[in-house]
């Protein structure tokens, strides 16, 4: 078991907000829909709420682990009948760039697809710079490990002596696949996040993509617009990482556990973790710790 560290041991960061509007547009992966999310500012202790603008009443749904919905292959949250779809890669952004409190107006349900990585996300919210708050940021410090998930797939949380979250990924699709086996670690830090994990995006298998479509699915969807891997690689869309495929699995991650609604002071480590695994990690870590605040704890 990695040392924990003492409550007393720093001071929490303070919240930052984004310093003015600013949108993203795009067309959704799996409806095909034209999508505008605009982020705004927000107060201090918002947290992260999506606002269907394109709803009566506009509808407001918290980016926490309480609103989410088991869908495969991504993140959906629902809130009083109002569903927001593959929220992950605009949680990560905002995680990423350490951006607390914002609320997201979004004109369709599902997130656009983009090129399949949040780098959109970050290069809007970078033009739009952030503004420090005048709360500190809640924060959980992990005292004991959990581990949810069986033997082939898991995702666990220890204790760490840093005051950071640290990671460890393990990708596994078998020896003898084209993907293979991929391992990344390091950790969540702004700059780690905009230069190695930001630009990295989905894949899918070839066959995986022909049943979906089967299936009157992404249809519309090309092979520039995500990583498909055929029989000798990637089809039409060269790598930007060696292991691209492994970092946007952190990508997700990283975007799934910012629905604790907090920081997160561990080391996770997982192997051939989803979305669902990642968030019963974070139903776990809200129940079995509690959220504290340094700055007002600390003399």
């Known amino acids: 078991m990695q ?10 960061r303070q919240q930052q907000t984004i310093a003015r509007p600013t949108s993203v547009e795009g067309v959704g992966y799996w409806s095909g829909n034209q999508v505008t999310v605009e982020f ?16 009566e009443g506009s509808p407001r749904i918290p980016a926490t682990v309480d609103y989410r919905i088991e869908v495969p292959r991504r993140t959906n949250l629902v809130c009083q009948g109002a569903t927001v779809e593959m929220v992950e890669h605009v949680l990560a952004a ?4 350490k951006i607390d409190n914002c609320e997201v107006h979004v004109t369709a349900a599902e997130m656009p697809g983009l090129d399949g990585s949040c780098q959109a996300y970050v290069d809007a919210l970078t033009e739009a710079g952030t503004e420090a708050q005048s709360e500190p940021r809640p924060t959980i410090v992990i005292a004991e490990p ?6 082939e797939s898991w995702v666990e949380i220890q204790p760490r002596a840093k005051p950071n979250l640290k990671f460890k990924y393990r990708l596994d699709f078998g020896p003898s696949g084209l993907i293979g086996r991929e391992t990344l670690e390091g950790k969540f830090t702004e700059q780690y996040f905009r230069e190695q994990l930001a630009p990295a995006r989905t894949f899918i298998l070839q ?7 089967s299936q009157g699915m992404g249809t519309h969807v090309t092979y520039q617009d995500i990583l498909v891997f055929g029989d000798e690689g990637p089809i039409d869309n060269p790598l930007r990482f060696e292991d691209e495929c492994v970092r946007h699995k ?10 604790a609604g907090c920081d997160l002071i561990g080391y996770v480590v997982a192997h051939r973790s989803g979305h669902r695994l990642n968030a019963e990690l974070v139903r776990q870590v809200l129940k079995e710790n509690q959220i504290v605040e340094f700055a007002r704890r600390t003399a």
Not at 40 to 55: C, T
Not at 250 to 259: C, E, S, T
């Open 3 to 12: 040392p924990s560290m003492s409550n007393r041991d720093f001071q929490l």
């Open 207 to 213: 066959e995986e993509a022909e049943w979906l479509k």
């Open 250 to 259: 952190v990508l997700d991650l990283l975007g799934d556990l910012a629905l």
């Open 146 to 151: 959990l581990r949810v998930g069986n033997e």
């Open 94 to 97: 905002l995680a990423g760039l």
């Open 40 to 55: 705004r500012p927000a107060a201090v202790h918002s947290g992260i709420v999506f606002v269907r603008s394109d709803l």
